[in-house]
């Protein structure tokens, strides 16, 4: 009979089975000293790990940032980093089943508050600083100046070179009721020329105004006239006279206007409100025809950056890449940008910013409508394929009838972002009524500037609750 053997297995100890399970775990934080986030994919919490890797790398990526930007040798965010750190090797830790990175982007969120306030130079204080100063533009853009008294009026002018040009031009005098004289001929910054003119009732106050050749007045001062109605002035011309000129060393003819007015009885539009009608009617001027043409073009690049469209064949397929990346990139330039390039190109007015929106608007409405073309229903495209139709057969008789509704619903709310944004292009010279609102903050005209702010406001509201109408019928 065989003999049998027992075989005695010795149990573990204590200790012995403690040593098994924590060694992974000090190794883990061996990890997660060496580099944060480390010790995490090496629990099988990749996700994690990248996190704490990332927001302690970024926010150590900051910190030398900020000192470099500062000049500081040392900048006391770095204890951003360390807490993130330290935190990194708690959760090895403590928490080796924990997946939540809330706490190191928490903490990356307070440094880039802290940075970022620094770099904005962020004082709230200063916003009550200059209460009086506050309140007084404030109150003075309450009382637009749109409307003012009926007067009668007496005006002349006179033109003259600025800056001086090699060849100088005579002096230009207007004649009439009114008679204004330049006695230079030319004159460039800080020069002081003489005005004279005749013709005003005496011993009444004369506003002489500089009109520069595109725009309201640059400068302006007052005058009185002696007991014979003559008026005299040495007067300096401002910087403010070359601000808006896209290159100020190009001679241009600019205006002297003076004017002297009396009360008649009624109401008549003033010449702050004659300047925001025409800003007014060339803003929208200029977004309708910029959404117009913007759109014609946009319709073509549209169906060739339509993906169901397009990948259909090698060609098309790289048509397809080529027209996207063209929309993308034309679309990454603000239109306000373009505006500033075309100003200095074809010089100042609406229409470097009617060029600026329209590129902007093809760009952008391309886009949208590929978007639209790529979400319409593929059945009708797939059967008129099978009645064996070529490429323009299937879009006349598949695709257009479907995206009508949306295409017309995209234009018309990219004619409402236009008329926002044609107001912000005139304040590089595009025209329209941001040119003229840009003039008046800089002469501090601040009823002018309230004036231009109720004329958007209500246009803007008005186009926002008719785009809204149409939009709602169409789709």
Not at 7 to 22: D, E, G, R, W, Y
Request: hydrophobic content about 50%; aromatic content about 12%; some cysteine.
């Amino acid at each position: 009979m065989a003999k049998k053997h027992k075989i005695f297995v010795q149990p573990l100890s204590n200790n012995h089975m403690t040593k098994t399970k924590t060694a992974p775990k000090w190794l883990a934080i061996l990890l997660s000293a060496f580099l944060p986030g480390l010790g995490q994919a090496f629990q099988r919490r990749i996700r994690t790990g990248l996190y704490i890797f990332l927001a302690f790398a970024t926010s150590l990526a900051v910190v030398f940032w900020d000192r470099g930007y500062t000049g500081a040798e040392s900048s006391s965010w770095m204890i951003i980093p360390a807490l993130i750190w330290l935190w990194n090797i708690f959760n090895v830790a403590f928490f080796p089943k924990a997946s939540s990175a809330l706490i190191p982007v928490f903490l990356w969120l307070i440094l880039a508050y802290g940075v970022g306030a620094k770099v904005t130079e962020f004082n709230l204080p200063a916003l009550f600083q200059n209460v009086g100063r506050s309140q007084t533009m404030i109150r003075e853009i309450l009382h637009p100046d749109f409307v003012q008294p009926l007067t009668e009026k007496r005006t002349g002018f006179s033109e003259i070179e600025s800056p001086c040009s090699s060849a100088l031009k005579a002096p230009n005098h207007s004649t009439g009721d009114v008679t204004v004289t330049i006695l230079q001929p030319c004159a460039n910054n800080g020069d002081i020329i003489t005005i004279e003119g005749s013709g005003f009732w005496p011993n009444e106050s004369v506003t002489v105004a500089w009109h520069i050749p595109i725009g309201p007045q640059a400068m302006s001062t007052t005058v009185m006239s002696d007991a014979q109605g003559n008026v005299k002035l040495d007067w300096q011309v401002l910087p403010i006279v070359y601000s808006n000129a896209p290159d100020p060393s190009i001679p241009q003819i600019h205006r002297v206007v003076l004017t002297q007015e009396h009360p008649s009885g009624g109401i008549e539009l003033s010449s702050v409100g004659g300047y925001v009608l025409q800003g007014i009617s060339e803003t929208l001027g200029l977004a309708f025809l910029s959404t117009i043409v913007g759109a014609l073009f946009a319709i073509p690049f549209g169906f060739l950056a339509a993906r169901n469209l397009m990948t259909g064949s090698p060609i098309g397929t790289l048509f397809y890449f080529i027209i996207r990346t063209i929309l993308n990139i034309t679309r990454s330039i603000e239109a306000l940008i373009m505006a500033i390039i075309f100003v200095i190109i074809v010089g100042l007015g609406p229409f470097p910013g009617m060029i600026a929106l329209t590129i902007h608007t093809t760009a952008a409405l391309g886009k949208l409508y590929s978007e639209v073309i790529e979400g319409i229903d593929a059945g009708p495209i797939e059967a008129i394929r099978a009645t064996g139709a070529n490429w323009l057969q299937v879009v006349r008789f598949a695709v257009i009838p479907q995206i009508v509704p949306s295409f017309t619903a995209l234009t018309i709310y990219r004619w409402d972002i236009n008329v926002r944004s044609s107001t912000i292009i005139g304040f590089v010279g595009g025209g329209g009524i941001g040119f003229f609102l840009w003039q008046w903050i800089i002469l501090q005209d601040f009823r002018a500037v309230g004036s231009s702010f109720f004329a958007i406001a209500v246009v803007v509201i008005i186009m926002d609750f008719l785009s809204a109408q149409i939009r709602e019928r169409l789709v």
